[in-house]
């Protein structure tokens, strides 16, 4: 293990901490944004609404990430109307692309997890809203969401690791991530396994530190659910 040459080239993988962190913090909120009220409309079958966002699912839940990621940075460029739109300054850019397809990625599984917590939760919390007299949106807003977000934790911090890991694929098309780093490393120095180790130890540094997270969360939100 060449750790010396690992060290020489640290601001590499520094930056492509930064960027790893960066795309996939950044597409888990978008993903969150589109999740929540698209996890909602399916939870309440709005008659609409729920076909699209079931096809919308189904496509992305459905085909790998790298596929649509591929696309996004191959595809979209083809068409002439892409190309003249106001978009393409962003869609040109591989960075955009990343942020585009993990986001649409992470909003379709979220909005999943969010359905099913929505639509376990129990009747008589929503029982007991409507009998103080709320309307029916302060009941979502007040009893029904915070409720769904907290019991929703556990699933919602694997997506969080599993986008993490998904984010690797961005150095496919020249993005410097973690992954990035690692190779760019390998090949300046024809190594063989130091790029790539290194980005291992790096990935496993941070899932660590979202699952602490994710379990200090659970414990704070979800301790009235522990067996007693």
């Known amino acids: 293990m060449r750790v010396d040459l690992v ?10 901490v930064w960027l790893t962190v960066q795309l996939t913090g950044l597409a888990l909120i978008i993903g969150f944004c589109i999740a929540l009220p698209f996890g909602i409309a399916r939870a309440r079958n709005v008659r ?3 076909p699209a966002i079931r096809t919308y699912v189904y496509a992305f839940r459905g085909t790998p990430l790298l596929i649509q990621l591929f696309l996004i940075y191959y595809g979209l460029g083809q068409f ?36 099913g917590a929505v639509a376990t939760t129990p ?14 949106w302060q009941v979502y807003a007040l009893v029904v969401i915070p409720s769904a977000l907290r019991r929703a934790l556990p699933q919602y911090g694997n997506e969080v690791v599993f986008m993490l890991h998904g984010s690797s694929i961005a150095s496919i098309i020249t993005i410097q991530d973690i992954l990035g780093a690692g190779r760019t490393l390998n090949a300046r120095y024809y190594l063989a ?11 496993m540094a941070i899932t660590l530190a979202c699952v602490l997270a994710f379990r200090g969360l659970e414990r704070h939100y979800l301790r009235h659910l522990a067996p007693r």
């Open 193 to 203: 396994y130091e790029g790539f180790l290194t980005a291992a130890i790096l990935y």
């Open 123 to 136: 009747k008589g919390q929503i029982e007991a809203a409507m009998a103080l007299g709320l309307r029916k």
């Open 80 to 115: 002439e109307a892409v190309r003249d739109s106001i978009f393409w300054a962003y869609l040109r850019s591989p960075w955009w692309c990343a942020l585009l397809a993990f986001s649409l990625n992470s909003g379709a599984y979220a909005t999943e997890i969010i359905r």
């Open 7 to 16: 060290w020489e080239n640290i601001d590499l993988f520094v930056e492509g």
């Open 48 to 50: 609409y609404l729920s």
